[in-house]
């Protein structure tokens, strides 16, 4: 069956909505887990199922956590300066990821009070 999965990537100043319809044996449930083809950065990470969504035309729906979003820090890439980021999108677009919205900042992101 035909799903259109959602997958975001972030830093803590941007981020990215990807999505892809891709054709699964069953539908991933809310709590598991599910790695996509990444030819040249590997399949290392899971992307954790956070919602299913059934719509009336019969088009399924699956919202991932954010890529190692670790005690909901809401970013995915600790150094800002480096180009992982980067790889990583231009990767996920290389094996047919779309980003309709393209990189905007990432407003979820609140950096910790720092005590004076």
């Known amino acids: 069956m035909k799903i259109r999965f959602n997958i975001y ?4 100043s941007k981020w990215a909505h990807l999505t892809k319809i891709i054709d699964m044996p069953v539908v ?3 709590g598991e887990y599910v790695k996509f083809k ?3 950065m590997g ?3 899971g992307f954790k ?3 299913v969504t ?3 035309s019969g088009e399924i729906e699956i919202m991932t956590d954010l890529l190692e979003n670790i005690d909901n820090r809401m970013y995915s890439f600790e150094d800002e300066d480096a180009s992982e980021f980067d790889d990583y999108y231009r990767s996920f677009l290389q094996e ?8 905007g900042p990432n407003n979820r992101y609140i950096a910790p009070n720092k005590a004076n």
């Not at 990537?9 to 803590?12: A, G, V």
């Not at 047919?96 to 990189?103: A, D, H, K, P, T």
């Open 54 to 56: 059934y719509r009336e």
């Open 28 to 30: 991933p449930r809310i």
């Open 49 to 51: 199922v956070i919602d």
């Open 43 to 45: 399949d290392y990470f």
């Open 96 to 103: 047919g990821w779309v980003c309709e919205r393209g990189i």
């Open 9 to 12: 990537l972030s830093t803590k």
């Open 38 to 40: 990444n030819t040249e």
